[in-house]
């Protein structure tokens, strides 16, 4: 299993590594299950998992954020920098270390909800930096000089309930991206746009991502523009069993 992870280290290394990763889940005697049989994610790589709601999109988020814990695992591999020895995430959730898990998610992960997540109490700055807060940053240019490049610099000292849909989902992409992370994980983070809006956004999310070589990972329903930004896209299919109380989605990559 090590030498996954070993043998790229020359070129760019593993940063997921999935093997026979299962999450079921069960509401009113129907069954979701999202199998994985095999995932690897490379440094830098920009990943999309393109299918309507319902089909496991953001499960499958969710366990790459360490938010979800699988229902089985064969293999489940962590390694968020070059320099980094791969992290066994699966020894992990079967100990119960979730303020591990929690930790790794922090420094590690940059989170982009479809809704932004924003917290309506707070100026622009303050959501944008809350990130790096957590962490106990220290206080630069950075919050500044995101808000430039995503087009939201003249909006730092406001509500969020004063910006637009669009300008509140940049500044979720820039509150993501604040402290640095190695992985980025997007969950529709256009599905609140309209296309063209949605088109631009995406493009500048994803032109900031590559400048600072994040490794990215988007879920999303439209894949036209998905495509144009060069976006590896996830193999899936679903399928339910006969007497419709099982869904099945398998994903591959």
């Not at 090590?2 to 999935?18: D, G, I, M």
Request: proline share 4%.
């Amino acid at each position: 299993m090590e030498n996954v992870f070993q043998s790229r280290s020359k070129a760019k290394p593993t940063v997921y590594h999935l093997r026979d990763v299962i999450r079921d889940r069960a509401s009113e005697g129907v069954t979701f299950r999202l199998r994985v049989p095999a995932l690897q994610i490379t440094q830098g790589e920009k990943i999309a998992l393109i299918g309507e709601s319902g089909c496991g999109k953001s499960t499958l988020l969710d366990m790459l954020a360490f938010i979800a814990q699988p229902s089985q695992i064969a293999a489940f591999r962590f390694r968020p920098e070059r320099e980094d020895d791969a992290i066994d995430v699966a020894l992990m959730w079967k100990k119960r270390q979730m303020n591990k898990l929690g930790d790794l998610r922090k420094r590690h992960i940059g989170y982009v909800m479809q809704t932004g997540g924003l917290l309506p109490y707070l100026t622009v700055r303050d959501n944008m930096s809350l990130s790096r807060s957590v962490l106990g940053l220290p206080e630069n240019d950075t919050v500044q000089s995101l808000a430039r490049e995503l087009g939201i610099a003249r909006h730092l000292d406001k509500l969020p309930e004063t910006l637009s849909v669009g300008e509140r989902q940049r500044v979720a992409i820039g509150r993501a991206l604040a402290h640095e992370p190695s992985i980025v994980i997007a969950d529709e983070p256009t599905a609140s746009v309209d296309p063209f809006a949605a088109e631009k956004i995406m493009s500048l999310f994803i032109g900031l991502a590559e400048e600072r070589n994040i490794t990215v990972v988007v879920a999303s329903h439209a894949w036209r523009h998905i495509k144009r930004l060069g976006l590896r896209r996830l193999a899936h299919h679903t399928h339910r069993s006969n007497d419709g109380r099982t869904t099945e989605t398998v994903v591959n990559g």
